[in-house]
């Protein structure tokens, strides 16, 4: 059997494994690249799993309580505003997610209060993917409109500054992974994987490739040391493959590996992580976990869970031991070891916990072996391994109002991040409070505007810091812009600027109290004619 040979600590590369983790490639592969070259911002947490290979393993230990540092609310839960996506944290400490309401968040991790936000084209069930964080700083996400983006913190404002999207016309709901080079890889519902340059120079960001599955793409891709992209697929296959040879338009399959049924049966909806001795685990729909070698595809073990249909949604994180931790639907969180006995290896839980409901949320590993996990019944879980027997301790747990289906993670000064699908942001850590600095506009409302006759939804993010008004508005037409205005008294009087097929200017007055904007403005269309519309949002 294949393995990878460890290489020593990678100090730096924070975005392969975290901080002062030791790197491990393949020993026939090519050397790892250097620090400078490394993708991934260096941040704690800068993509789904942690890393380029999913381990879902953080550096530092998290939260011993339930003690909650602050909460954001989207305002709307569910379909309208609820959250599916993991946070993600940036360089500066910003946390990262995206909401059912189609806007990507960037939250102030010491406040939740809103840094600045980017709209995405759909306002209901928008936003399923992850966001990776470049490099360069470039936050990356994948939207159900279709369109992959590209987007930069913006230099003022709420606005988030669009550096580049790719439109693959067709929704998305995998979140990236990323390639040595800063290839963006990301699955869509067309089935296929796309490979993404982003810009370089006066190349404009481009589809470079594209791989055909036969079946819908929910897992999200890990990329190996030496470049191989690992990803599932529903059609029941893993995928291992290569970035196409000089002169190649398709990637080089490396090898396959069948689970021998599709679809509920079989497919693959979590995504593959990697560990530092070459084993690739991934769980599949049949309620098995495989463990695989990473080189050749060849089965090493496996673990049946309690179900056999729609079985596995969460992917595993793997502890530095090669302890894979992961949560089934049937409602156990295991910790497996692989096991070698007189009939062969297999996976072996060491212990479990019985959570009881069904789990579609990835555990978070914390270097004290504590584990973080959500459950379908709304509460998020610290469990820590036991003491002695099989069966894990319960640390905490915390009750949100949601389903949890987006996964906890782990900031680098131990707080543990998770969203709800009842729209809500919450943080915890043991000491640390946090107080918002902004004014009583602030927040997510939602409403509707009348132009020329016509009505269209509307979705404004506002940012209140005393006087000022900063904010990001989106229409139903899919029209996005900034705002910037001046708060005396109940008088809220602003300008924006909405960017479609041609920049419309707009200015206006409105009643602005604590649960509800009303107001008219005016604004200049494309042909440079001048309409009174009206406008009314709550929350």
Same mark, same amino acid.
């Given at each position: ?14 975005? #392969? ?12 592969? *090519? ?50 505003? $609820? ?15 995206? *909401? ?11 406040? $939740?209060?809103?840094?600045?936000? +980017? ?17 360069? $700083? ?33 929704? #998305? ?46 897992? %999200? ?83 049946? =869970?309690? +179900? ?33 006995? #007189?009939?062969?290896?297999? $996976? ?49 747990? +915390? ?37 918002? %600095? ?28 005393? =006087? ?52 008219? +403005? ?18």
């Amino acid at each position: 059997m294949t393995r990878w040979t460890k290489v020593g600590t990678a100090l730096g590369l924070v975005g #392969i494994l975290g901080a002062g983790a030791a790197l491990a490639v393949r020993a026939q592969s *090519a050397s790892v690249p250097p620090a400078a070259t490394v993708p991934l911002a260096q941040s704690h947490w800068p993509k789904y799993r942690h890393d380029l290979w999913n381990t879902g393993r953080s550096a530092v230990s998290g939260p011993k309580t339930n003690a909650l540092k602050w909460t954001f609310s989207t305002g709307r839960a569910e379909k309208d505003g $609820g959250i599916e996506t993991d946070p993600v944290i940036g360089p500066d400490g910003t946390v990262y997610l995206g *909401a059912n309401n189609g806007i990507l968040y960037g939250l102030d991790p010491e406040t $939740g209060d809103v840094r600045w936000a +980017f709209p995405s084209g759909f306002d209901t069930f928008g936003i399923y993917s992850t966001p990776a964080i470049l490099k360069d $700083g470039t936050v990356v996400f994948g939207a159900k409109d279709g369109k992959v983006y590209g987007v930069r913190p913006p230099t003022a404002g709420l606005l988030g500054d669009l550096r580049w999207s790719v439109d693959l016309k067709t929704t #998305i709901q995998t979140s990236p992974g990323i390639g040595p080079d800063g290839t963006v890889y990301v699955g869509a519902d067309d089935w296929k994987l796309y490979a993404i340059a982003p810009p370089q120079g006066q190349v404009p960001a481009r589809i470079k490739w594209s791989f055909q599955t036969q079946g819908d793409m929910i897992s %999200s891709p890990a990329v190996g040391p030496d470049g191989t992209i690992y990803v599932g697929s529903m059609d029941g296959k893993v995928y291992a493959l290569q970035e196409p040879a000089s002169g190649q338009r398709e990637p080089k399959v490396r090898w396959t590996f069948a689970s021998g049924s599709t679809g509920k049966t079989g497919g693959f909806e979590n995504a593959p992580s990697l560990d530092e001795t070459g084993r690739l685990v991934i769980g599949g729909n049949d309620g098995l976990v495989y463990a695989l070698n990473a080189a050749t595809g060849e089965k090493l073990w496996t673990f049946k =869970s309690q +179900f056999t249909e729609y079985a596995i949604f969460s992917s595993a994180a793997i502890g530095t031991d090669g302890t894979v931790y992961i949560g089934p639907k049937d409602g156990f969180l295991y910790a497996l070891r692989e096991s070698r006995g #007189i009939f062969g290896t297999s $996976g072996k839980a060491g212990w479990k916990y019985r959570i009881g409901t069904t789990i579609e949320t990835s555990p978070a590993l914390a270097p004290d072996g504590t584990v973080y996990l959500g459950a379908d019944n709304g509460k998020l879980y610290a469990i820590a391994p036991p003491a002695s027997g099989e069966a894990g301790r319960l640390l905490w747990e +915390f009750q949100t109002k949601g389903t949890l289906i987006s996964s906890p993670v782990i900031g680098s000064d131990g707080s543990l991040y998770s969203g709800s699908m009842d729209g809500k942001v919450y943080a915890f850590h043991d000491k640390k409070r946090g107080q918002s %600095s902004q004014g009583p506009l602030a927040g997510t409302w939602y409403g509707s505007v009348r132009l020329g006759g016509q009505e269209q939804k509307l979705t404004l993010v506002l940012a209140q810091r005393q =006087s000022q008004v900063d904010g990001v508005l989106r229409l139903q037409s899919t029209l996005a812009g900034g705002l910037r205005g001046t708060l005396q008294g109940e008088q809220l009087s602003y300008t924006a600027s909405l960017l479609g097929d041609c920049r419309a200017e707009h200015q206006g007055e409105a009643s602005a109290k604590a649960q509800e904007i009303r107001g008219t +403005f005016q604004v200049k269309d494309c042909q440079g004619r001048s309409i009174q519309g009206t406008f009314r949002a709550t929350r």
